[in-house]
């Protein structure tokens, strides 16, 4: 398992961060949230350039999924790996589902 940052960077492009509890131990601390839904993306699905609707947190809890920068980085992420997604403005980032079965993901929009 491990929590990732996607942000939007003073050059407009989407970032990665690693992130720890022990660097970060605001993460520990309770955030407003008023919903969860889940999502399902089907085997092999690509969806092309965009930034993040708003900020949120996305938690894999099966299947694989490849995120994509400006840049040409990649970075996949699977069960258990929660990304605290904020690239809300700029180029954003792409999303392929990389695995052979549906990516299931928990989606835990932020309150302001």
């Known amino acids: 398992m491990g929590l990732f940052r996607l942000y939007t960077g003073a050059d407009g492009q989407s970032h990665f961060e690693d992130q720890s509890l022990a660097s970060h131990p605001e993460l520990t601390e309770a955030q407003n949230a008023a919903r969860i839904f889940f999502a399902e993306m089907a085997p092999g699905r690509f969806i092309d350039w965009h930034p993040a609707p708003r900020r949120q947190y996305v938690i894999i809890l099966s299947g694989e999924l490849e995120i994509g920068l400006g840049d040409g980085t990649t970075r996949r992420f699977g069960p258990g790996d929660a990304r ?29």
């Open 84 to 112: 605290l997604v904020e690239d809300t403005t700029g180029q954003g980032h792409t999303t392929r589902a990389v695995s052979d079965t549906p990516v299931v993901t928990a989606v835990v929009p932020l309150g302001d």
